[in-house]
């Protein structure tokens, strides 16, 4: 009863709001976008200006002991005589190393300033933590930073740790030990608590990457008719610094980033992603190993469908990760749009466009023993059962014979977070009826693949589960 009043009280309210999720009810269609227009005059952003010649540092992973690292120079291009570079070394007394990059501009959103972008090659280290600091020498350098390029994975088990199913949580989250951040749909305006406890996890504890599953900063949302909306740019990734200019930030995009043709996603981050170095032929997808993990990035904002480009690099990219468990046992796909939700707010993302998008990848997915598919685009969390075909193959994470699959979109936007979920999914194992934001915490063990979802706003663990991968010799 509980439940089908807040989802009542979540109606009424977006409604009268016009928000939720990205979707707005209309009379008696729902899942329609709300208008560029109406929401840049209705939110003011919140800015993060950056200080100094250094801004919005961020790092890329492109291979083994290599990085690209990015950040904006507040100076007009057309200043020109730009000559960006980074000095690195094994220690922060020591950048006995120097390299040189390019520096560029894009026109769209009025944006006037200058990107810089530096691919670091470090395979003479005999460590694998980088200090590093970047610049100009006509404008000045950044403070440094440092990163540290992860083995695969912790060598630990959870067996001697409990796992409580229910509130109040022992967090299976070992912060002693490297984990990954997830996040989706996630911009400034009201999404700075998920951006501050991100940082707080690089800093205080062991977050080595994040990865975004798409809706990145919203600026599509701002700008009006003059379409000026580059500085939401620029402040989101100011909002980011304090942890991507120390871990890597992989990203993939979503239906926000459409405006000017992707080119401001391209431009700040699409064209740092490791496509060349995984055989794709675009910057919108591509996989990487990492942390015994292999990640692959694609984009439902392009055509997916079987005998694509983009699903024919896919399948042959999950055949050879399926093949080479060995060094990298787990298998973690993101894209943008959800292949399983249950939303009511975005009813037709659920009821229309997923069973469109099962019926380009379900198969693939289950046939290469996928581990996890996160998708954000709907802005809450829920989680599923091992699942195929709108069953559930079974009730539990051991030995999974199916996909998991995660909506994650509730990292904190303009648009307000969605708390409705249709009634008694047999697939779905988890869902929060909550307008709090949040993230996903992802830990990989040789065996397990453990999960925390963060209440962004309350600093605490809401949902928590792991997958285990054990023979019979192992129980």
Not at 209 to 235: P, Q
Not at 419 to 446: C, E
Request: proline share 5%.
């Amino acid at each position: 009863m509980l439940q089908k009043l807040v989802i009542y009280l979540a109606v009424l309210v977006y409604c009268v709001e016009g928000l939720g999720g990205g979707c707005i009810l209309q009379g008696s269609g729902l899942g329609n976008e709300y208008s560029v227009e109406a929401t840049a005059l209705r939110y003011q952003e919140e800015i993060h200006l950056g200080g100094g010649p250094v801004q919005g540092m961020h790092l890329s992973f492109t291979g083994l002991k290599q990085m690209v690292i990015k950040w904006l120079n507040p100076t007009p291009y057309k200043s020109g005589n730009f000559q960006p570079a980074c000095n690195f070394g094994e220690s922060a007394l020591v950048l006995n190393f120097t390299t040189g990059g390019e520096a560029y501009t894009y026109p769209d959103g009025m944006f006037q300033m200058t990107l810089n972008k530096v691919q670091l090659n470090f395979s003479a280290f005999l460590g694998n933590t980088v200090y590093y600091k970047c610049g100009d020498i006509k404008f000045g350098y950044s403070p440094i930073y440092n990163f540290t390029m992860q083995k695969k994975y912790t060598e630990k088990r959870l067996l001697s740790k409990p796992r409580n199913e229910s509130p109040p949580y022992f967090g299976v989250i070992d912060s002693s030990d490297a984990f990954v951040a997830v996040i989706g749909d996630h911009g400034v305006t009201r999404g700075e608590d998920t951006a501050y406890n991100i940082a707080d996890h690089v800093k205080n504890d062991n977050l080595q990457l994040i990865v975004h599953a798409g809706d990145i900063s919203y600026a599509d949302k701002f700008g009006g008719e003059t379409h000026n909306n580059s500085y939401i740019w620029v402040s989101y990734m100011n909002l980011m610094q304090p942890a991507t200019a120390y871990v890597p930030y992989m990203t993939t995009p979503g239906n926000h980033e459409h405006q000017y043709n992707f080119s401001a996603y391209l431009n700040w981050l699409g064209n740092s992603m490791p496509y060349r170095e995984s055989g794709s032929d675009s910057p919108f997808w591509y996989s990487f190993d990492y942390m015994g993990i292999h990640f692959v990035a694609f984009s439902t904002e392009h055509d997916f469908m079987p005998n694509s480009t983009q699903y024919h690099w896919m399948e042959r990219d999950l055949q050879k990760a399926n093949s080479n468990r060995e060094n990298s046992p787990w298998i973690v796909v993101f894209g943008h749009r959800p292949l399983y939700c249950t939303s009511v707010i975005c009813m037709e993302r659920c009821e229309k466009e997923a069973p469109v998008f099962r019926s380009y990848l379900e198969d693939l997915l289950y046939q290469q023993h996928v581990d996890v598919v996160f998708a954000g685009h709907n802005h809450q969390y829920e989680r599923s059962y091992p699942v195929y075909k709108l069953k559930p193959v079974q009730l539990d994470y051991k030995n999974p014979k199916a996909p998991v699959y995660i909506v994650n979109g509730a990292a904190g936007n303009p648009e307000l977070n969605d708390p409705s979920f249709r009634f008694k999914v047999d697939w779905r194992a988890f869902d929060d009826i909550t307008f709090d934001t949040g993230y996903m915490l992802m830990q990989p063990t040789q065996t397990e693949l453990r999960f925390q979802y963060m209440n962004s706003n309350k600093k605490k663990i809401v949902d928590q589960f792991v997958i285990s991968k054990v023979s019979s010799l192992d129980v």
